[in-house]
């Protein structure tokens, strides 16, 4: 029987498809429910008069029409025998799943609650950061508006630098995928932010756990994925201007995105860009010497179709420059403990300046991509992507002789990275969803003599494959993925690519397996588990010398293998009207895991001695909770609260017992942190004029208390509230959407530091900073 | 069809961009500049003593570790002039970094410190704005003992007269060990 559907459908569509250059390949799901009861409607009868096309929904309420246009108008009519009739207005741009709800013989028809495209869902713990947040935090950096979420926290190089962490781990453990692309910088130096301008994404997730399938290996703790909005599919232009400013550092942001979509042609163009402007950042007591910033980023896209293919190009080019605390910089160990011991930061210009001194970085990202889909079958899909990207990252250190010195940097590291996907996807058949696919890698690093990091060349072969079941209405849902990582390196210490002195190559199996429980349409239960693993890195393999920042002395080892994590998370979700309460528990379990071991030895150097650590393995263990909560309270209120607890020790070698292991906590690991606060909305929420919102949040970070055997240079800093404060209000201006806001960070100006931050030797956190920012939509 | 020709304008438009922006990125700093003091030599003559004595670490922090001479003075001489010079022997030709630090000399203050050995060294010359500078010192060697030497270099330092903290940040810092015979 549908079989025949299809057959049907396939006859449909053959004229359509004959006549029409238009895209008529798209197709609607729809899900029938009563809208009281929530119990899906059976055999209604679903018809579209403008397609001249029908169908009657399943006994499980489902139904399937192909065939449709995109973007052109239809109605969507069901009639059931005990239902009043439904019709709505509609208009697809993509393949769409609905779910429809009917009332019972009244006058009311209720809309649309659920739409979405059939992209395959995940089982994985995920978190997406909301629009209001979004908005609030774009113009500073990333990691600020990561660092909402539970779960996710920031590892700082003072207050320009953030890098994401999640669930305790960061740099190579995560993937940060921008537009379908990982990210491929020198992800492995802490102080080293991810070459992303976040006015690019419209939509920002944070996947959780063991994301090794999806994103590669290395993706052993989750991923950031952050996705462009749609480009315009109605004729004619449209897009946005954003404009912000802040108190501290007197910054200023400038970002706009302007899409056309060719008069006749399925053709659509995107520009976007952005600058920004910062100077020396303020704490509560003192200006924080050479923090000023400057970026400038440009994007553009491309998208069409024609008959049967989707295409679409992406170039991206990111330009930063980041100054570095002044008092940050020392010689040796004796000047990194008067540094310490000084309550306030050394060496330091206490005066506003936009200049940037030495020292700084000076950060370049070119991103190239070209991604094709082919609709091969009604049900099957193949896709294709290249993806080309160039980093370049120069560290300006602070020289002594300024009479002789070049503008030459003293570190560079060039980085270009090839990738190529190729997959084949495919539709619910029985029941089953998802796709096969294969990747091939190719990198080329280029330090130069005198690099932390010898030179190197990667080569790597992936081939994955993913699985999803749901039958409607069975409780279950369930996915299954399974992929393998072949990476090949050739490295050279000697600083040329000719003389290749070390080989090495690891390939390991990442698997994922999700089961969802709905209990009630209000209720369900997530379990995730996963293996991932990730090669060690090359600084990990090769490092040799001297990381001032931390004042170590640290050495790589060659012979160092793979680690391998086992990852498991289980999450409760209840959302019911404007309630929502979410509950992750995770334990993350790593074989093999790479730290850097102290030697409670001293190495000797010309700027004196440095204690040493060399890169070690043993096994490790990261457990812990992280909820979200937002409750409506009466009038428009809201009860906010987000929670993220985190535990890693690893096992350490007994020094008092041979042979014997112990416990011993985890350096960098993210303190415990309390979100709450209380959010007033007025309106829909969905841009309409008049929507305004105030949000008055406040962060509590515990002091961490467990911290490794060997102990802290400087001891962790104490526990700290900080409030936080984002307004928003919508109103229309010449009928164009014009958003306003406001939001201001440590609204108490307190003074603090964070453990996670490696300024905290040397500098408060900054003080009070107030935002004003507006954005202006324009062509609908 | 007008349909793909217009499409392959786009393609090409876009191509030309992309080519546009990575052409942007053929920079010409192909090199960096690495500043690595490798050497320090101190030269004393004066007093029937003409010696130098070295602190060499030539493959930088970590691997081989430095190569440190010992200082051995006849006991009771006076009047030794001393004298620094800082090479950077991981360049060919070797750098000589003492004219720099000369010609900065206002930016730059050598440091002494010895701990027991009966060696007193004191300043014999200034900066161009008459502070301390160090780079030239005269020596006095007491009794037979054996002790360290401590040599600092700074860099900027904020306060010259404050030779225990003087500020700024350390270009060097290392020590020999002494003997008074």
Redesign the interface.
């Known amino acids: 029987m549908q079989k025949s559907k299809a057959l049907l459908i396939g006859f449909c569509l053959l004229p359509v498809l004959l006549l029409h250059?238009q895209d008529c390949h798209l197709a609607l799901r729809g899900h029938i429910f009563e809208s009281e009861t929530g119990e899906p409607l059976a055999f209604a009868s679903v018809s579209i008069p403008e397609a001249e096309k029908g169908a009657v929904a399943d006994e499980n309420g489902y139904f399937f029409i192909a065939g449709l246009c995109d973007n052109r108008k239809y109605t969507v009519e069901i009639s059931h025998v005990e239902c009043d009739h439904f019709s709505q207005a509609l208009q697809i741009r993509e393949n769409t799943e609905m779910d429809f709800r009917l009332t019972h013989n009244t006058v009311l028809k209720e809309v649309v609650v659920r739409e979405k495209a059939l992209a395959p869902q995940t089982a994985q713990a995920e978190s997406t950061v909301g629009r209001e947040e979004m908005e609030a935090t774009r113009g500073i950096n990333l990691g600020e508006t990561l660092k909402r979420l539970p779960g996710v926290t920031t590892l700082n190089t003072g207050a320009t630098i953030a890098k994401p962490v999640i669930q305790g781990l960061h740099s190579n453990r995560i993937a940060i995928v921008s537009n379908g692309v990982a990210l491929e910088g020198q992800q492995w130096g802490s102080e080293h932010a991810p070459e992303i301008d976040p006015f690019t994404a419209d939509k920002i997730v944070v996947v959780k756990g063991a994301a090794g399938v999806r994103y590669g290996a290395g993706a052993m703790a989750g991923a950031v994925v952050l996705s462009p909005a749609p480009l315009r599919k109605e004729e004619g232009w449209g897009g946005w201007l954003a404009l912000g400013g802040f108190t501290n550092g007197l910054g200023g942001v400038f970002s706009g995105s302007t899409d056309w979509h060719?008069p006749g042609?399925s053709?659509t163009?995107r520009l976007q860009g952005t600058a920004k402007r910062s100077g020396n950042l303020r704490a509560p007591d003192y200006y924080l010497g050479n923090t000023a910033a400057s970026e400038l980023n440009?994007s553009?896209m491309?998208g069409?179709k024609?008959s049967r293919w989707t295409h679409e190009?992406g170039?991206s080019?990111f330009n930063q420059r980041l100054g570095i605390l002044r008092a940050s910089?020392?010689?040796?160990l004796?000047?990194l403990q008067?540094a310490i011991e000084s309550p306030t930061p050394?060496?330091n210009t206490d005066a506003f300046d936009y200049g940037i001194e030495r020292p700084y970085q000076h950060i370049?990202h070119?991103t190239?991509k070209y991604k094709t889909e082919f609709q091969l079958t009604e049900k099957w899909k193949l896709t294709g992507q290249y993806a080309f990207q160039?980093n370049?990252r120069?560290e300006y250190d602070?020289?002594?002789?300024?009479?002789?010195?070049?503008d030459?940097?003293?570190?560079?590291f060039r980085l270009w990275t090839n990738t190529l996907d190729v997959a084949v996807e495919h539709r619910p058949w029985a029941h089953w969803q998802g796709g096969l696919g294969v990747q091939g890698v190719q990198q080329t690093n280029f330090v130069?003599?005198?690099?932390l990091i010898p030179d190197y060349h990667t080569k790597g072969l992936s081939i994955w494959a993913m699985e999803r079941w749901r039958r409607f209405p069975n409780p279950w849902e369930f996915e299954f993925g399974a992929r393998y990582d072949y990476r090949r390196t050739a490295a050279t210490t000697d600083g040329s690519l000719q003389n290749i002195d070390t080989l090495v190559h690891f390939g390991n199996i990442s698997a994922t397996a999700g089961a969802i429980y709905h209990f009630s349409k209000n209720l369900s239960v997530t379990l995730n588990t996963g293996l991932a693993w990730r090669p060690p890195h090359v600084n990990e393999l090769f490092a040799?010398?001297?990381h001032h920042g931390a004042g170590t002395?640290e050495?790589g080892r060659a012979d160092l293998i793979p680690e391998k994590a086992w990852n498991s998370n289980l999450t409760f979700l209840w959302q019911k009207d404007r309630t929502e309460v979410m509950l992750t528990v995770y334990r993350n379990q790593v074989r093999d895991f790479i730290y850097l071991d102290p030697q409670r030895t001293f190495?000797?150097?010309?700027?004196?001695a440095?204690p040493a650590y060399y890169y070690k393995q043993a096994d490790a263990v990261l457990g812990g909770f992280d909820a979200s909560v937002s409750l409506p309270l009466s009038g428009g209120l809201y009860l906010e609260s987000r929670v993220s607890l985190l535990r890693g020790y690893r096992l350490a070698a007994d020094t008092v017992t041979e042979g014997e292991t112990r416990h011993d906590w985890l350096p960098l690991m993210p303190a415990d942190r309390f979100q709450y606060g209380l959010k007033w909305a007025k309106g829909s929420g969905s841009k309409s004029a008049g929507d305004t919102y105030l949000r008055l949040m406040a962060m509590t970070a515990m002091r961490q208390s467990r911290i490794p055997g060997e102990g802290l240079l400087k001891e962790a800093p104490s526990a700290f509230t900080t409030l936080s404060l984002d307004a928003g209000y919508s109103l229309y201006l010449n009928k164009m959407p014009l958003e306003l806001g406001l939001s201001i960070q440590n609204l108490a100006n307190i003074r603090y530091r964070e453990y996670l931050n490696f300024f905290r030797y040397f500098a408060d956190e900054p003080g009070i900073n107030i935002g004003l920012r507006a954005k202006l939509s324009f062509g609908g | 069809m007008t349909y793909t020709t217009s499409s392959i304008r786009t393609l090409l438009s876009i191509a030309v961009f992309a080519l546009f922006l990575f052409a942007g990125c053929k920079d010409n700093n192909t090199d960096t500049e690495q500043e690595n003091i490798t050497s320090i030599e101190i030269d004393l003559a004066g007093f029937n003593i003409n010696q130098k004595f070295y602190w060499k670490d030539l493959d930088g922090p970590g691997g081989n570790p430095p190569v440190i001479d010992t200082i051995v003075l006849p006991a009771s001489t006076l009047n030794i002039t001393g004298r620094l010079k800082v090479y950077d022997e991981s360049k060919n030709p070797v750098d000589d970094i003492t004219e720099e630090i000369e010609a900065e000399n206002t930016a730059h203050l050598f440091v002494y410190s010895v701990a027991n050995a009966d060696l007193i060294i004191e300043p014999n010359d200034t900066d161009d704005n008459g502070d301390p500078f160090s780079l030239v010192t005269v020596w006095k060697a007491g009794q037979p003992s054996t002790g360290t030497l401590n040599i600092r270099l700074y860099h900027e330092p904020t306060d010259k007269m404050n030779t225990a903290n003087p500020g700024g940040e350390a270009d060097f810092d290392v020590t020999f060990p002494v003997r008074i015979e």
């Not at chain 1, 030459?408 to 560079?412: E, F, M």
């Not at chain 1, 190495?603 to 004196?608: F, I, Q």
């Open positions: 250059a060719l042609k053709l163009i440009f553009a491309a069409w024609s190009v170039a080019t910089h020392v010689g040796n004796t000047d008067l050394l060496n370049l070119h190239f160039f370049n120069k602070i020289v002594r002789f300024t009479g002789t010195a070049s030459k940097p003293q570190l560079s130069g003599t005198g690099g040799r010398g001297v002395y050495q190495v000797l150097t010309v700027r004196g440095f």
